[in-house]
């Protein structure tokens, strides 16, 4: 997450359950060919052409 924020404090401000965040980070996970958040931010970082 941006920051070092964690996911519970990101569902916490959000409103919504640690699961809803741990299935759409796993969606977007499957989605971009990564496995961790830190592959994910450097997908990102490296470009909108990069995700596929």
Known sequence: MTGGTRPADIAARL???????????????????????SGLIALILSGAAAIR
């Open 15 to 37: 409103g919504v359950s640690q699961t809803t965040i741990a299935f759409h980070m796993r969606n977007l996970f499957r989605k971009t060919g990564t496995n961790r958040q």
